[in-house]
Nanobody, 123 residues
């Protein structure tokens, strides 16, 4: 079900930063594992990060580890993806998903997803 709303994408120069938000209005995000995926033109969807609903532990793909940070703000019912030191290869549509659990940086048994937000890294 399409019940998550992503925001915060845009055009940024290499080395810049963006913060993506994933919000829900009809259910509580902290009951779910939340994962971020991205899809670049002509490429398969790629898992980026997942934050557990059990212990809050974050996990990241090798391509973003050390540059991206996933976090929860339960008071705002929002999950963030802080993206620093952006590279042209980070250009993609970014999606958040809510599911039952994380396995590494992937979320499984997805129940909800969003429409995506475009991130373009270019000079």
């Amino acid at each position: 079900q399409l019940q998550l709303v992503e925001s915060g994408g845009g055009l940024v120069q290499p080395g810049g930063s963006l913060r993506l938000s994933c919000a829900a209005s009809t259910f509580t995000l902290d009951y779910y594992a939340i994962g971020w995926f991205r899809q670049a033109p002509g490429k398969e969807r790629e898992g980026v990060s997942c934050i557990s609903n059990n212990d809050g532990r974050p996990n990241y793909s090798a391509s973003v580890k050390g540059r991206f940070t996933i976090s929860r703000d339960n008071a705002r019912n929002t999950v963030y993806l802080q993206m620093n030191s952006l590279k042209p290869e980070d250009t993609a549509v970014y999606y958040c998903t809510a599911g039952d659990y994380c396995s590494g940086y992937m979320v499984y048994t997805v129940e909800y997803w969003g429409q995506g937000t475009q991130v373009t890294v270019s000079s």
